[in-house]
């Protein structure tokens, strides 16, 4: 996946290090991944 469309979802949520990734079990979890490693826990 681009990075830029992880970072756009992010965009607006506020302090990525405040925000929390969780995975419902959807998908492969590869974004989920990608987006914990921008900031979220």
């Known amino acids: 996946y681009p990075i830029a469309a992880i970072d756009h979802m ?3 949520l506020g302090e990525p290090s ?3 990734a969780a995975d419902v ?3 492969s979890g590869i974004s ?3 987006a914990a490693e ?4």
């Open 32 to 34: 989920t991944r990608m």
């Open 18 to 20: 405040r925000l929390v």
């Open 25 to 27: 079990g959807a998908g």
């Open 10 to 12: 992010l965009q607006g």
């Open 38 to 41: 921008r900031g979220p826990e």
